[in-house]
């Protein structure tokens, strides 16, 4: 194993400066899946399990929204919710049990609610309640892309570390190109939140600065898509 005096955050730049992978870039049509963007991880000063990296984080998120919707590309927000007996969290939701523990993020409580910043279009968007990690686990997310004919995915959310992650790993291995604007992740602390932009990009995902994804949406051409 390799060491270094480095934090992750001077690695993951130093990986951003000099890249030395290939793009996977974008395909024919893309979809945009936004994790988790709810009150228990983004109410900083409400709950103890928010977070805050980017202070537009959600201002970016909803600019990629309103230009997937333009170019009628899918619109996915997650959440995890659970019910009152926590049972559907599974093992997950076994190694705490105290009132801001992930089991006890309650179906239609506060916690559970999409933050009311985030521009959710509630006819036309795909919201969907997860219970685990990934936005593709056990969820209907492969046919309705497979239905769209979505080849490449943009992921937004958090926190970088798990559920952004897993969501990221699980597009790649079903063959997505995946990306990932860099400023619309978040986690709790900086070294995992740079770890992961890391691993992700010298592994799973082009992680880019969110100005390029908002310039792919406004060239884009859907024909043939």
Not at 193 to 210: S, T, W
Request: proline share 4%; glycine share 6%.
């Amino acid at each position: 194993m390799e060491t270094s005096n480095k934090t992750a955050r001077e690695l993951y730049e130093a990986v951003k400066a000099n890249p030395t992978r290939r793009r996977f870039g974008f395909g024919r049509k893309p979809a945009l899946i936004n994790v988790d963007l709810q009150n228990a991880y983004t109410k900083v000063g409400e709950f103890v399990t928010a977070y805050e990296t980017d202070p537009k984080q959600i201002e970016y998120v909803n600019e990629l929204a309103r230009l997937f919707r333009a170019n009628n590309c899918p619109v996915v927000w997650t959440y995890v919710a659970y019910m009152q007996s926590g049972e559907d969290a599974g093992a997950w939701g076994t190694r705490t049990d105290t009132p801001d523990s992930l089991q006890n993020i309650k179906v239609g409580s506060r916690r559970s609610k999409i933050d009311e910043r985030c521009e959710v279009d509630y006819e036309r968007d795909i919201v969907i309640n997860k219970r685990m990690a990934s936005a593709f686990f056990e969820t209907n997310l492969g046919s309705l892309f497979t239905f769209h004919k979505v080849d490449t995915i943009v992921v937004t959310g958090g926190p970088t570390s798990g559920c952004v992650r897993a969501t990221v790993v699980d597009s790649l291995q079903r063959s997505f190109r995946t990306i990932v604007p860099e400023e619309t992740t978040a986690d709790k602390h900086e070294s995992p939140h740079f770890a992961n932009l890391y691993d992700m990009a010298l592994k799973y995902a082009d992680v880019i600065p969110v100005s390029e994804v908002f310039a792919y949406l406004k060239q884009y051409n859907p024909t043939g898509a």
